[in-house]
């Protein structure tokens, strides 16, 4: 892997290739991201033939999971933005203090976040889930509480991974991470079934059923942390381990990038843990919320390459800006764009056409289910492209520092749209809403009227993206 780092160098503007020079840096996400979704497509296969309580309780348990990874990764806008600033005006030792300074952050937020997240992981699951469901409750509770134990340790490979892509480097995250999903496979594989016979050979296992899952996602989160850390020292980045505190000013630069991510991904979650409420007051409530879950798992499939192109133009417009090069930033923050449009269209066209026989691949004999995932992913498929301008356009914001235009872009989507449409469209009028709240209005449309809402909304955030951008005022961020 030595060679991984010392291939970290300064991009010739005066002779670049963009489309060359985007995927240079896309690929390796674009790759780590294939094998993610093979890792949930597996993870998923696994629990498809557990109880359905616990493939509720998983359903479920996304809304606070989701909630904690969306911070982590908004805490990595701060050190991307900052570390390709530095790096992109030739500041290496500016940029080895922004990576430092970062990964004493992510911890402190890290031991913060594993502590909440303890804290309410049984008020969750009862708040969440129908009480119908007593079973499902008590699998999201132990779910939570041992997931809430890789926090540290993700919260530091998200600060280090947005920092080596600040520098231009996304082949040594693919490669740690990606040894990560191998291990999380694996451990997957033994802990979430008992023993038993496969081809022949007898297999060990320890049959923890959804508490195995999150163990094995705990043990390859804590286990991949420490590589980064160790593998950061043979880097231009150098050592970033320290017991010490983070200082006043830096912690207050990297916040402020990343604070304004941070309630974006608050806000997106919160908004999903309503629609998800919503749900579970269907008819069919457990039914749609574990379908909901194999969904969007697949639809990962579909955003996979925008999120490598998302990271590759953050990482270019902040080397670009750093570089007073803002046509450049401009420029490459489009190309991606449009890539990530082109090869989504292409991935969603055969999901829409095939989507119950692959939901069949991860729902074993469970029709309803089925029948929900494949109706949910079509309606997906519908505005998927809009949802990759999305993406690129917010992660090249981000990229310059500017994280307050797609925290707009998440209100004004979710929470002016999605939430109150998802009342209107999927109750019917006369629901009894919290607190006796009688709702007024209502078209009753059930699951359906929920997925018809979530494809409108990601719709909608793709057109105030490219608005956003096309305008160019994240082209003068300070950082």
């Not at 490979?157 to 191998?182: C, E, F, H, N, Y």
């Not at 082109?342 to 089925?370: C, G, H, Y």
Request: aromatic share 8%; hydrophobic share 55%; glycine share 8%.
């Amino acid at each position: 892997m030595a060679s991984i780092a010392e291939s970290v160098e300064h991009f010739d503007f005066s002779c670049e290739q963009p489309t060359r020079v985007v995927w240079a840096l896309a690929w390796p996400v674009v790759a780590l991201n294939t094998l993610q979704v093979l890792n949930n497509l597996l993870d998923r296969a696994f629990l498809g033939r557990l109880e359905p309580a616990a493939l509720t309780a998983q359903g479920a348990a996304i809304n606070v999971t989701f909630l904690m990874f969306s911070l982590a990764m908004a805490l990595a806008t701060g050190p991307a933005a900052l570390v390709s600033r530095a790096y992109g005006a030739e500041d290496m030792p500016g940029a080895r203090t922004a990576a430092q300074q970062a990964f004493r952050v992510a911890m402190l937020i890290g031991c913060g976040c594993t502590a909440a997240t303890v804290l309410i992981a049984s008020p969750a699951a009862h708040m969440i889930l129908p009480k119908s469901d007593p079973r499902a409750i008590i699998l999201m509770a132990q779910y939570v509480s041992i997931f809430a134990l890789s926090l540290p340790a993700f919260f530091v490979i998200q600060a280090l991974a947005g920092s080596l892509r600040g520098i231009g480097d996304t082949k040594s995250p693919m490669v740690l991470s990606g040894i990560q999903i191998m291990l999380h496979m694996c451990l997957n594989f033994l802990l979430v079934f008992p023993s038993r016979h496969v081809l022949g050979v007898q297999m060990p296992g320890a049959g923890w059923g959804l508490a195995g899952a999150a163990s094995a996602l705990t043990i390859s989160t804590c286990v991949s942390a420490i590589g980064y850390v160790l593998w950061v020292r043979n880097t231009p980045l150098r050592n970033v381990w320290s017991a010490r505190l983070p200082s006043l000013d830096w912690a207050t630069r990297i916040l402020k990038i990343a604070i304004p991510a941070a309630v974006t991904s608050t806000l997106r979650v919160l908004s999903m843990t309503t629609f998800t409420l919503v749900l579970a007051m269907t008819a069919s409530g457990s039914v749609a919320i574990a379908a909901m879950s194999t969904g969007f798992t697949i639809e990962s499939v579909m955003y996979m390459p925008s999120f490598g192109l998302a990271a590759a133009a953050g990482a270019l417009v902040g080397q670009s800006l750093g570089a007073n090069r803002p046509d450049r930033a401009e420029r490459l923050g489009w190309i991606a764009a449009h890539h990530a449009a082109l090869v989504t269209a292409a991935l969603a066209i055969p999901l829409m056409i095939w989507a119950r026989p692959v939901a069949s691949l991860l729902l074993e004999n469970k029709p309803d289910m089925i029948a929900q995932s494949a109706l949910l992913l079509r309606y997906l498929c519908a505005t998927e492209v809009m949802f990759a301008y999305a993406m690129v356009a917010n992660g090249a914001m981000q990229g310059a520092g500017d994280t307050v235009r797609p925290m707009w872009i998440s209100i004004l989507s979710l929470w002016l749209i999605r939430v109150p449409m998802a009342f209107l469209v999927v109750l019917p009028a006369g629901q009894q809403l919290f607190g006796g709240v009688s709702l007024p209005v209502g078209l009753g449309l059930g699951s359906a009227g929920a997925w018809l809402t979530l494809s409108f909304s990601q719709g909608i955030q793709g057109v105030l993206a490219l608005v956003l951008y096309g305008q160019g005022r994240w082209k003068t961020q300070r950082v």
